[in-house]
C-alpha cells in the first residue's frame, strides 16, 4: 500500500463509494462520515459495481471507511413512507408480490457476496460503531482488523426485521449458534476485545494504528504466490461443508494440483 487511498485516481466514486487500487491492492471506502456511513440502496449497487470492475491484477481489497464510524447501518430514512428518492420505500416491498420482494433483497445482497471470492483476500478495517448492515458488511471479508473504540451490533431483530445481508452465515461460523443467536435477539454491543476472543476480529488495534495494522495483512498476502493463496482460500472455505474424510480428499487433490503446477506437469 505505498499510495494513500486519497493520492490515487479513483476508479469509482459515486453514492458514498470510492474504488481505488494501487498495483494488486485495492481500496473501497466507504465516504460519507456526516450520516457515519449509513446505508442504502445506492449505496449497496455502488458496492457491487466495485466488485465488477476490480482489475484482474488485484489480490487483496481492503474495505474502510473514513470518520469515526465504519457504519451505523441503514439509513433510517429507508423506514420512512417516502423512502429514498427514486427507490421504492420498504412500504411498497412489503406489499409487493412475494419474487418482486425476494428479488430485490437479493440485488442488496449482491454488495455483500463478492468480497470472499476465492481470486481475493479481504480485510475490513473497522473502527467506531459497527451496526446492522454495517456489521453484516464486515462480515463479508474474509478478515477483519478493527480499532480498539469499535462497537459491533446487530440491531435488525430489535427492529422487528431479521439480518438479511450474508450476515448469518459468517457470524455463526466465527462464533457459534448459540452467541449468534444471543448477538442478534439481544442487539448488544461487542467491543473489540470480546470480537479478538470470540474470533470475530482477527485482530485489535489502537485507532490510530488501523491503517498501518491492514496494511501489514496486506503485505504478508501479498508475500505468498498467488496460486497457493487462491488453493489455500477455496480449501478452507469448503471446509465446513465437508466431512473430514472428505476434507483430506480436498486436500490431496489441490496439493497435486500445485505440485504439478511448480514442477510445470500438466495434468
Known amino acids: 500500500m505505498a499510495s494513500s487511498d486519497q493520492d490515487l485516481v479513483p476508479v469509482l466514486d459515486k453514492d458514498g ?3 481505488t487500487v ?3 491492492i485495492a481500496t473501497v471506502t466507504l465516504t460519507n462520515p456526516a450520516k457515519r456511513n449509513a446505508q442504502s440502496p445506492a449505496l ?5 459495481e466495485a466488485g465488477r470492475q476490480l482489475p484482474g491484477s488485484v489480490r487483496v481489497v481492503v474495505l474502510r ?10 439509513d433510517r430514512q429507508a423506514f420512512t413512507p417516502e423512502g429514498f428518492d427514486g427507490e421504492p420505500s420498504f412500504v411498497d416491498l412489503a406489499r409487493g408480490a412475494d419474487a418482486e420482494l425476494d428479488g430485490t433483497i437479493a ?6 457476496t463478492w468480497w470472499r471470492r476465492s481470486d481475493i483476500v479481504s480485510v475490513a478495517a473497522v473502527q467506531g460503531h459497527a451496526i446492522g448492515a454495517g456489521f453484516q458488511l464486515a462480515l463479508a471479508c474474509d478478515l477483519r482488523v478493527v480499532a480498539d473504540d469499535v462497537q459491533f451490533a446487530m440491531r435488525e431483530t430489535s427492529l422487528g426485521l431479521v439480518p438479511d445481508l450474508t450476515g448469518t452465515h459468517p457470524l455463526v461460523g466465527l462464533v457459534g449458534y ?5 448477538i442478534c435477539v439481544t442487539g448488544r454491543f461487542v467491543a473489540a476485545e470480546e470480537a479478538v476472543n470470540t474470533g470475530l476480529a482477527n485482530l485489535a488495534v489502537p485507532a490510530g494504528q488501523l491503517d498501518d495494522a491492514v496494511r501489514d495483512f496486506a503485505s504478508a498476502v501479498l508475500a505468498a504466490p ?3 493463496v487462491i488453493e489455500t482460500k477455496a480449501l478452507l472455505r469448503g471446509a465446513q461443508d465437508r466431512t473430514y474424510e472428505e476434507q483430506r480428499a480436498a486436500e490431496r487433490q489441490s496439493q497435486a494440483r500445485r505440485l504439478r503446477d511448480l514442477a510445470g506437469v500438466g495434468d
Open 22 to 24: 494501487d498495483d494488486a
Open 65 to 74: 471507511a473514513e470518520g469515526k464510524s465504519f457504519s451505523a447501518g441503514l
Open 226 to 228: 498467488r496460486d497457493a
Open 107 to 112: 440485488e442488496y445482497q449482491e454488495a455483500f
Open 178 to 182: 448459540a452467541r449468534a443467536l444471543e
Open 44 to 48: 449497496w449497487r455502488a458496492l457491487t
Open 17 to 19: 463509494v470510492r474504488l
